[in-house]
């Protein structure tokens, strides 16, 4: 895309959030519309989301659905531990995750904190993907994540100097407080400066993914409006969790939005992606979100720009089960590499 | 490869050991009828599973009075406490054997397997589990203190539930103290005899229950055999009415259950993703052989087109086919017959110019098959707006105020359940007080739990199954309660007889009146 293209891209996200909202972005506004949105029945979205948790994915569909799931995965240390040799680690993880099998795909990004951008940058060398759509992608965390609890200019400094480092994908936590108490005004704002700074100097853009942590929103009805918030401001993708408080990503609320997903794309014709992470570790629960993602929104979104997996243990346990289904039986977590 | 198409997932049947033929079970051992045995096939694949003996009227004697039997000698003797050690091992043995149970139910109904597998036979157990609990607490029931059984009760049940409905019968039945001749429905006996061996595992003493699998000559015999002393009926309207006509004039105690056609009305403040899921689960869980399927939908005219596409959108998701694949949604048809009515009645529904739609899905060649379909424009003339079709056959209409809407959805002979979608909580209650239906579901549909009465209104038929309600329907209240009544009068006149002058004829009144009721 071109400069001019992006540009008119963005401004085209503005004006049909204004619309839609119809005015201005202000908290009443946008009170009005998302209070305008369906309801959710708890009772009911969970068991459509265990209803889609008993589809038996077998044989050559449990295949591809291994493959494809190590391809979605946005392979994650966000530790305060963290060291560029951890990094490194990870990203030798990310380009050969099984190293007795060089047929396993590799996984869509490596995720990390901000500061560790340029030594995964360094790490993936010729696999960084920079822009294309061959390689690992490097996202970052920023927006003072996980809280988000920081003035907005430190928040935006933040995101420039991890897409200055050259992350491809930003992960911003939205603030809950502002969420919670009703400034959505605020929260939208915020969404749209963060997708400004994700400007490279290039003229291009980082990939923007919205953090609603719906753990710390306590409702589903919150989870839909946040989605809806996320969306009309710009985000490209809406992510469940930060994974760093105790409740993260479940299947019915990943269920929720999706459906807002489709309910976008139903309404303006434009893909917005999703992203539960955290609590996501074995390869049954995997296919379970597959399955809920082929049946919600349609095939098309099981591709690493619509879909991903925001996961660290994730990937050896589906490892193991790509082992078993290639050998016809099961290895052990020796097997596999500890990253 | 395109991921929807899902590799097949077909249960394992080698949990199941069926045998070539089945006897008729009579006082604890399986027995040859006299009647000319008959096949029950797979109805998805027209093949023959076992052949079934045929009970005419001399084995269904035997069969009652093997019930009389063991209602006189045994069964009325045990302790309440007793029998419900009885009901909680039945209810294990359910359970250690529910994927056999599960197999045999699909094949011989043609439901998918993960109905059967999560809803139908997790209900037996809990159905057992739950009466086995009341067997020792009859008193609490609600018929005064120490109700006695009424006896020997006539069971005859439906296809399309067959073990669960051969629970809501049995369960309560033998908890009260009742011994019990059950008739499965012909097509689908196979469960009833599997759950017989059940009943031989459990040790349970002979003839307490006995199953006679037949046609309606086996039925009718059972009904009207002099014998019994209740009768318990789930089936058509049509045939609870003749078994009405037949007891009428004896002191056989009557419990139907019969057809519907539940209005599901969806407001427009509804949630909108879950009514869909609510709506879906209303009319084609279990291919909408289901006597309280959602089968009319009622929707608010303001939101109408948005739920019809996002409907068509969620009905082209819905699999149908191989009903032993564990991804299945829809399976098949239980009968040539029964699809054979709902192709009439859905093709008047063309004529009387109502829209169908259903998505595009491949029907196999063999075995008896239904798309899933909807019919829009619909108003209450139609036909299909006001039979039971009892398939998977869903007619929409549209309403523009709750009380328009109230009045559509009781304007049907029938009576037996309804749904309302609403955020609204103060409309869900208002909207219930009005709905004349036994069974009222909100914000979800097709719930079942064995402490709730289930039952209907109107043509639906009468009586309640499940809860402290279905366990009343087996008892009687104590056979000296009406005589100590009016001995306990009796001094009461004598000592004031200002008072008893009023009280006494009241009383005297009041027997009869709680009699008939009773007998209701």
Sequence with gaps: MTTSQTAMAQLNTGERALALIGGEATDANLRRYLHGIP?????????????????????????????????????????????????????????????????????????????????????????????????????????????????????????????????????????????????????????????????????????????????????YDNVRRASWLAILAGGE???????????????????????????????????????????????????????????????????????RFGASSLLNDVLMQRQKMTSGHYSGPDYVTMD | ???????????????????????????????????????????????????????????VDAAVAAARRAYDRTWSKLSGSDRGK?????????????????????????????????????????????????????????????????GVAAQVIPWNFPLLMLAWKIAPALAAGNTVVLKPAETTSLTALLFAEILQQADLPAGVVNIVTGGRDTGRALVGHPGVNLVAFTGSTGAGRAIARSVAGTDKKVILELGGKAANIVFDDAPIDQAIEGIVNGIFFNQGHVCCAGSRLLVQESIHDDVIDRLKERLSTLRLGDPMDKNTDIGAINSAEQLARIREITDIGEQEGAERWSPDCVLPETGFWFKPTIFTNVSSSHRIARDEVFGPVLSVLTFRTPAEAIAKANNTPYGLSAGIWTEKGSRMLAVADKLRAGVIWANTFNRFDPASPFGGYKESGYGREGGRHGLAAYLKPAAGRAAARTVTAAPAASVAPAASGTASPASAEKTPVSRKKAAK
Aim: charged share 25%; net charge negative.
């Design chain 1, 39 to 219: 309801g959710i029945d708890a009772v009911g979205l969970e068991q459509r989301a265990a209803d889609l948790g008993t589809r038996s994915i077998k044989t050559s569909s449990k295949k591809w659905a291994i493959d494809r799931i190590i391809s979605l995965i946005d392979l994650t240390t966000l530790e305060g531990a963290d060291t560029p040799g951890k990094v490194k680690s990870l990203v030798g993880k990310a380009l050969t995750p099984d190293a007795g099998d060089l047929s396993c795909p590799r996984v869509a990004a490596v995720c990390v904190y901000g500061d560790m951008v340029p030594h995964a940058v360094a790490a993936l060398g010729p696999a960084h993907s920079a822009g294309t759509d061959a390689g690992v992608n490097v996202a970052a965390v920023a927006t003072a994540f996980p809280s988000g609890r920081a003035s907005l200019a430190i928040k935006l400094a933040d995101v420039n100097d991890a897409v200055a480092a050259g992350a491809d994908e930003i992960d911003m936590v939205i603030d809950r407080g502002a969420f919670l108490s009703g400034r959505f005004g605020q929260v939208y704002d915020e969404i749209v400066a963060v997708k400004q700074n994700c400007r490279r100097a290039d003229g291009s853009f980082a990939h923007l993914k919205v953090i609603l942590e719906t753990g710390e929103l306590g409702t």
């Design chain 1, 237 to 307: 993708f809406i992510k469940t969790s930060t994974g760093k408080v105790p409740l993260a990503a479940t299947l019915p609320v990943t269920l929720s939005m999706l459906e807002v997903v489709r309910d976008w794309h139903r309404l303006t014709g434009a893909k917005v992606g999703v992203k539960p992470a955290g609590g996501i570790r074995t390869s049954k629960d995997a296919t379970k979100y597959l399955v809920t993602v082929a049946e919600t929104v349609g095939e098309e979104w099981l591709t690493p720009g619509l879909f």
């Design chain 2, 1 to 59: 490869m395109s991921f929807l198409d899902y590799a097949p997932a077909p249960e394992s049947q080698a949990v199941l050991n069926l045998r070539s033929d089945y006897g008729l079970f009579i006082d604890g051992e399986f027995v040859a009828g006299r009647g000319e045995p008959f096949q029950s096939i797979n109805p998805a694949t027209e093949k023959q599973i076992a052949m079934i003996a045929h009970a005419d009227a001399a084995d």
């Design chain 2, 86 to 150: 009885y009901l909680f091992r039945i209810a294990r043995l359910v359970q250690e054997r529910a994927r056999e149970l599960a197999v045999a139910e699909t094949l011989d109904n043609g439901k998918p397997i993960k109905e059967s597998r999560d809803v139908d036979v997790p209900l037996v157990a809990a159905w057992f589990f739950y009466y086995a609990g009341w067997a020792d607490k009859l008193d609490h029931a609600g018929v005064g203190p120490t109700p006695s059984a009424r």
